[in-house]
């Protein structure tokens, strides 16, 4: 039994899904920051001993130095570059508008947003994503999404940059103390 989808509600669904496919990567990328920062919001760091580098240090002399983790990760923003779905349909002609936006109006006397006036009922083309391909699978679709690195937001960058210079020495003590 063929299965009548509107062309536009199909095409609006699909749309709608690289929308939201586009959200959960976003929301991805802020569950991964908040990774670096403890419970309190504050950035989560190491503590690195080094030898001193101060002028007046000798060999056993060590440097304590703590850096924000953020900045010395690689942050991989992603976004959705473009997307290209194909499937098989059947066209099954045009059929009258659906009986919920033939109620929202009469569309015989509707004007349109440019001031033309529109006659009669909308027209929508149906299709049928049931039917078969060549080879014999039914209502075969292929998506191919693409995404591409994306630089970090001016607020990120900011953030990073800010971490970045908080780093350092914060305190010089000798080894045998």
């Known amino acids: 039994m063929p299965t009548q989808t509107p062309l536009p509600g199909l095409i609006e669904a699909m749309a709608g899904a690289v929308i939201d496919a586009q959200e959960r990567v976003e929301k991805r990328q802020l569950a991964y920051l908040g990774e670096y920062f403890d419970e ?10 080094m030898p001193s580098m101060h002028p007046d240090a000798t060999e056993e002399h ?22 290209e779905i194909s499937f098989d349909a059947d ?5 009258d508008e659906s ?11 509707k004007a349109t947003p440019w001031g033309r006036w529109r006659e009669g009922k909308p027209r929508v083309l149906q ?21 591409e690195a994306a630089e970090p937001s001016e607020g990120a960058a900011r953030l990073m940059n800010h971490l970045a210079q908080t780093q350092g020495v914060f305190r010089t003590f000798r080894t045998d103390e």
């Open 40 to 49: 309190d919001n504050r950035p989560k760091s190491i503590v690195i001993r």
């Open 62 to 83: 060590e440097d304590l130095y703590r850096a924000p983790l953020l900045p010395l990760v690689s942050t991989n923003f992603l976004r959705i570059k473009d997307v």
């Open 91 to 95: 066209l099954s002609g045009l059929m």
């Open 99 to 109: 009986p919920q936006s033939a109620q929202e109006g009469d569309a015989a006397t």
């Open 127 to 147: 299709v049928d994503t049931s039917v078969k391909s060549g080879k014999g699978k039914s209502g075969a679709v292929h998506v191919v999404l693409r995404v």
